[in-house]
């Protein structure tokens, strides 16, 4: 009761005048820093290198799988924090040889591929910015973001997960780390028999703008995946969150992590 008449008066004076709007907009801001969106800017804010140290260095995993790897600094801190082997796919050739170059002295524990991960195995274009190549999709959808300039074009080899799984005989995954800007569809996709058969751990997506115009959203992927609960990760943490909850879906950058329910229940989240 008291907690519905505070919502009320606060609703009433935050939204008549335009200085305490603008206040009330701020602070909406810092609520959904807080709840882990838009921590973008380095591996502690957006809560991968806490996920890392805390969940898969104390654990004995044996292999990571990275797609969308880029110039590699996922990759990296795998190799680094855990002594895990790491498969790290890549699409971009020019991108791909930093990555090489950035991983030499792991090379004993990483393979590196240079090529993209979808819903099967074909050949697709992809949309770049030399520039900006964090930002290059498959995806034509993604240009409707105002940030996504990919005005270069390249034909890249793409394969499933499952396929590459059963062609190179893995059977056992701890992490499979996605990163696709926008095409996260297709890599679950091509990824059904992997998540339903072998049963990664940790299947950590990033979420974005991207999955609006993609018309997907984190309980799209969370359907997929009826034996995970889901976590999100915050400035320096995760907390467990319900993938049908509204406030679980707003496309604005975040970092999702899906973590087997045997493995769940012993978090103590």
């Not at 995946?225 to 679980?248: C, E, F, I, R």
Request: proline share 2%; with cysteine; glycine share 4%.
């Amino acid at each position: 009761m008291i907690n519905s008449l505070l919502m009320k008066q606060y609703a009433k004076l935050f939204s008549k005048y335009k200085l305490l709007r603008k206040i009330n907009n701020r602070v909406f801001e810092y609520a959904l820093s807080a709840k882990g969106y838009n921590n973008w800017k380095n591996s502690i804010e957006s809560g991968e290198r806490y996920f890392i140290k805390n969940y898969l260095a104390n654990d004995e995993i044996k292999l990571c799988i990275d797609i969308g790897a880029n110039k590699g600094s996922y990759t990296k801190m795998l190799l680094e924090e855990t002594v895990a082997n790491v498969i790290a796919f890549e699409p971009l050739p020019f991108i791909y040889s930093q990555m090489e170059h950035s991983l030499t002295e792991f090379k004993d524990r990483c393979t590196l591929i240079n090529m993209g991960v979808g819903a099967k195995s074909e050949t697709l274009k992809i949309h770049y910015n030399e520039e900006r190549s964090e930002h290059a999709s498959f995806s034509e959808d993604v240009k409707n973001i105002d940030y996504v300039v990919n005005s270069n074009s390249l034909d890249i080899r793409v394969i499933s997960l499952d396929e590459y799984c059963e062609l190179n005989k893995v059977t056992d995954i701890d992490l499979v780390k996605i990163d696709t800007e926008g095409f996260e569809k297709e890599v679950f996709l091509g990824a059904v028999k992997t998540f339903n058969e072998i049963q990664p751990k940790f299947i950590q997506i990033e979420y974005n703008w991207h999955q609006m115009f993609r018309q997907t959203s984190l309980f799209y992927f969370s359907d997929k995946l009826p034996n995970y609960d889901v976590y999100q990760l915050t400035y320096d943490g995760m907390s467990k969150v319900d993938a049908k909850h509204p406030h679980s879906n707003i496309y604005i950058f975040s970092n999702f992590v899906f973590v087997r329910k045997d493995i769940s229940a012993e978090l103590h989240i």
